[in-house]
């Protein structure tokens, strides 16, 4: 069992109409949260990326993260994920390379495909050049923080004799994220690592690293679902709203397949049930998380949402608390 496995939070930054709050106030309690949570233990942070969202999911991760790089001293930061297919791979290169700098090489890119037809009209993207826009993307992602001229010719992009400048001077990981076999398998054949949502696709990653003879430099960032607290059914319940929100929000904008195929929930139990929850308390935790890392030595980060879309911070505290006094020690512990 690895020992260098990070336990951090995940963030989207929603704040719905329901529940809204002031948005300067919201960014500023959840700047604070993490600059605690990394006291408490928990030692990465992974920020989302969605565009034109009522609620104001986060549409800017960078910006996000360099905040957090000021605000904290040894935290890991990442995307998970980024919809590179959406951007200019040059200024992602820019940007990303300028955070590294800032962080002292604690930022690590995760991307992925993207799903939502809006983002990619208004970006002026096509649907059908996914699969290209990805791989010629990370492609000049690489030339261009090599220090060296990019001179990158595809199908999507030309980039002549250029420098990307200041070069970092710890290159970021590019981890890639996705559900369906292909994304998995582009993982495995490109990135330096996968993004796996819930644990889906581990087997699947393995296996292609396997078949390309690269089974020893796999990486796996797990985004972990579980509800972890003392009663978590009793927990669920609570914030039940919040999940059903998250849940439908994904659904309907065809996460899970086709929007109009996709069910709509107004029960907590039936997301639990049919969703990517699962309601752990400390014991479950700890048993499930070891398991899983002994049977994946690729997982070399956890991370938990702090708080679900509309939940305040100080119910998202009281699970991190919780996993950060009843857990995360337990964890360490076994894995050293």
């Not at 492609?139 to 980039?159: D, H, M, Q, Y």
């Not at 089974?215 to 679902?225: E, H, M, P």
Request: aromatic share 12%; charged share 25%.
């Amino acid at each position: 069992m690895r020992q260098d496995v990070n336990y951090g939070l995940w963030y989207d930054f929603r704040n719905p109409a329901q529940w809204r709050q002031d948005f300067e106030e919201f960014y500023r309690e959840r700047l604070q949260q993490i600059r605690e949570a990394e006291d408490k233990g928990f030692n990465s942070v992974w920020l989302t990326e969605h565009h034109f969202c009522d609620d104001g999911y986060t549409p800017s991760p960078l910006v996000v993260a360099s905040a957090i790089a000021a605000q904290t001293r040894k935290m890991h930061l990442g995307t998970n994920l980024m919809l590179l297919p959406l951007a200019d791979p040059i200024r992602v290169a820019e940007d990303a390379a300028t955070l590294s700098l800032i962080s002292g090489g604690r930022f690590d890119l995760g991307v992925g495909i993207g799903y939502r037809q809006m983002e990619f009209d208004q970006f002026g993207r096509k649907l059908s050049h996914r699969p290209s826009l990805m791989e010629e993307g990370i492609e000049v992602l690489r030339r261009a923080w090599s220090g060296k001229p990019v001179n990158f010719s595809g199908k999507r992009f030309e980039v002549g004799d250029l420098c990307v400048t200041p070069a970092p001077v710890h290159t970021p990981g590019v981890y890639l994220g996705g559900m369906a076999p292909p994304a998995i398998e582009r993982a495995a054949r490109v990135a330096d690592g996968f993004l796996s949502t819930g644990g889906i696709g581990m087997d699947s990653y393995c296996e292609f690293l396997d078949k390309q003879g690269k089974a020893d430099q796999g990486r796996i960032v797990l985004g972990c679902w579980a509800i972890i607290a003392e009663d978590p059914e009793r927990e669920a319940a609570r914030i039940g709203d919040h999940l059903i929100y998250q849940t439908n929000a994904y659904s309907q904008w065809g996460a899970f397949g086709p929007p109009d195929q996709a069910p709509v929930y107004d029960n907590w139990k039936d997301v639990v049930e049919n969703g990517l929850y699962e309601l752990w308390d400390a014991d479950t935790a700890v048993s499930r998380l070891t398991e899983m890392v002994k049977t994946y030595p690729q997982i070399c980060d956890i991370h938990f949402w702090a708080q679900f879309p509309g939940e305040s911070v100080a119910s998202g505290n009281a699970r991190l608390d919780y996993i950060a006094e009843k857990v995360l020690p337990r964890l360490r512990q076994a894995a050293a």
